[in-house]
């Protein structure tokens, strides 16, 4: 059974900082990465994919994929009091319809 | 913007009593999944759908839920007898195929009395 963590469960980082989000699972056979990002009474909504190791950089956000250490990560670049928000990774193994996610990293950007 | 939408928002049930949601998936998305965050914010996948037809679903859902999407109708989600444990927000999601995004309506958030 898939078990994927994040960390930290929160932060709080001054405007125009980089921000790192970290998330590791277990299921060395996963196939596909996401980052969805939820802010306070809304949907979630996907930020990020990736679904080789490597690095994918879209505008402010930058994905990180290690296979090999079961971890991928999402960096923020020159963080917006609007980035706050919860962050959640997901993932989804080989055979399987579902995506398991993290429980979340509650992130504040503070102006 | 996702226009995945659910209703209600909002939903309030006592104890044993039967509470029953609705999504309408995005137009063009023949796959549905349903998701429940509890107030930790965890993720429990619970059943998905491609088309009419069940692709997954977890142990709890075979015993106390329901769901279905059938052909022009919106997909539902239904609790026979309700429990405290089951207050959550119940996300509903849709996408292109298996692989692709998952896009999700704003959920209904369910309070059993």
């Known amino acids: 059974q898939q078990n994927v963590q994040q960390s930290p469960e929160s932060l709080i980082v001054p405007e125009g900082a980089r921000t790192s989000l970290n998330c590791t699972f277990s299921d060395s056979a996963s196939q596909y990465f996401w980052w969805y990002r939820q802010h306070s009474g809304k949907a979630p909504k996907a930020l990020m994919?990736?679904?080789?190791?490597g690095e994918k950089e879209e505008g402010r956000f930058t994905i990180h994929l290690n296979k090999a250490s079961l971890h991928f990560s999402l960096h923020i670049r020159d963080s917006q009091p609007s980035d706050s928000a919860l962050y959640l990774c997901a993932v989804r193994s080989s055979g399987s319809w579902q995506l398991i996610f993290g429980s979340g990293t509650q992130l504040t950007v503070m102006p | 913007n996702s226009k995945v939408i659910q209703t209600p928002r909002y939903l309030v049930k006592g104890q044993g009593q039967k509470a029953k949601m609705r999504c309408i998936p995005e137009?063009?998305?023949?796959?549905v999944f349903w998701y429940q965050q509890n107030k930790n914010n965890e993720f429990k996948f619970l059943i998905n759908f491609q088309n009419q037809e069940v692709l997954q679903q977890i142990d709890m859902t075979e015993k106390r839920f329901s769901a279905e999407c059938p052909s022009n109708s919106p997909c539902s989600l239904e609790i026979q007898s309700s429990e405290a444990g089951d207050s959550a927000l119940y996300l509903c999601?849709?996408?292109?195929?298996?692989?692709?995004?998952?896009?999700f309506g704003p959920g209904t958030r369910l309070t059993v009395l």
């Open positions: 994919s990736i679904f080789s190791n």
């Open positions: 999601a849709s996408s292109l195929d298996n692989y692709a995004e998952q896009f």
């Open positions: 137009k063009g998305h023949p796959v």
